[in-house]
């Protein structure tokens, strides 16, 4: 019984890691988000069909961004370039499944991992928010 004990308290300390915010290289700031979509509205009509991308300005640092990957889940992103502060011209903007900043470096991001794309990766990730499936094409996107 005490190996047991042993082996599940092993398995909780190191099983469990600190939340890192790397995403956020401290360019970003946490702000909160409450924000509900409904897929049946035109302004998210998109959403409907994978591997499709919406951006919904008024949350987050500069606006959000919902993917949806597949039948059965929708992604969201800050819309801020996370490796920048923010500016006129960190917004990021959709190109296919890819999110482009306007800054002159014009990093790029792929908006399934969030992670930076091209020969000159950048340190941070987009910074993701937390989608829930609240019934019948209704979804709530915080952080």
């Known amino acids: 019984m005490k190996k047991l004990f042993l082996i599940l308290s092993c398995v909780v300390i190191f099983g469990c890691s600190k939340n890192d915010p790397k995403y956020n ?44 990957t597949n039948a059965d889940s929708i992604l969201a992103w800050d819309g801020a370039d996370p490796s920048h502060t923010p500016s006129s011209c960190s917004s990021l903007t959709i190109v296919g499944l890819n999110a482009v900043c306007g800054c002159e470096d ?14 000159n990766p950048q340190p941070c990730t987009l910074k993701p928010y937390r989608v829930e499936a609240i019934g019948n094409n209704t979804y709530y996107v915080s952080d």
């Open 25 to 68: 290289c401290n360019f970003l700031l946490d702000v909160g988000v409450n924000l509900t979509v409904n897929l049946n509205l035109p302004q998210y009509n998109q959403l409907l069909f994978p591997v499709n991308a919406v951006r919904v300005e008024g949350f987050g640092n500069r606006g959000i961004i919902l993917v949806r």
């Open 106 to 119: 014009g990093n790029e991001y792929s908006l399934i991992t969030g992670t930076p794309l091209n020969d």
